[in-house]
């Protein structure tokens, strides 16, 4: 059986898609810890040029969401969107997605999934965050 490559993705020092799954990229500062997403050569705390590679988990908690009615170069309206924190610390914005069983709340656990952005050729692979009681993964 033939495997489907892995897609391209959105950004290259953010997002990795392997397998169907995507991961996260960032860093960590070794001089004062700073966690970031996503990669970057200096730390945005302290300056710092000694930073470490990072892989996260995918795991986050729900922050804040709203309905977004404008589309963007990639997405057609209306989408939700909010800010997530990452179990390593970082928030950042990200499509969000609900489930029936879990529907938005302040701190409802979430996990990273593929979003799929544009058709053929063009299509890159970014990632949205959803309800992490949905699917098989939960
Ligand atoms: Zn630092």
Redesign the pocket.
């Known amino acids: 059986m033939e495997t489907m490559p892995d897609p391209k993705p959105l950004r290259t020092d953010a997002v990795l898609p392997v397998e169907g799954r995507v991961v996260l990229l960032g860093s960590r500062?070794r001089?004062?810890?700073?966690v970031l997403f996503p990669r970057y050569a200096t730390?945005l705390?302290?300056?710092?040029a000694s930073?470490e590679a990072l892989e996260f988990a995918g795991t986050a908690t729900l922050v804040s969401w709203t309905r977004v009615h404008m589309p963007t170069m990639r997405m057609q309206a209306p989408f939700d969107a909010g800010y997530v924190r990452l179990t390593e610390g970082p928030l950042i914005y990200a499509p969000v997605r609900a489930a029936p069983a879990a529907p938005f709340r302040v701190d409802l656990p979430m996990r990273v999934v593929p979003l799929m952005l544009g058709e053929g050729d063009d299509a890159v692979c970014g990632y949205q965050f959803a309800a992490s009681s949905e699917g098989p993964h939960a």
Do not use: S
């Open positions: 500062c001089e004062c810890g700073q730390c705390a302290c300056d710092g930073v």
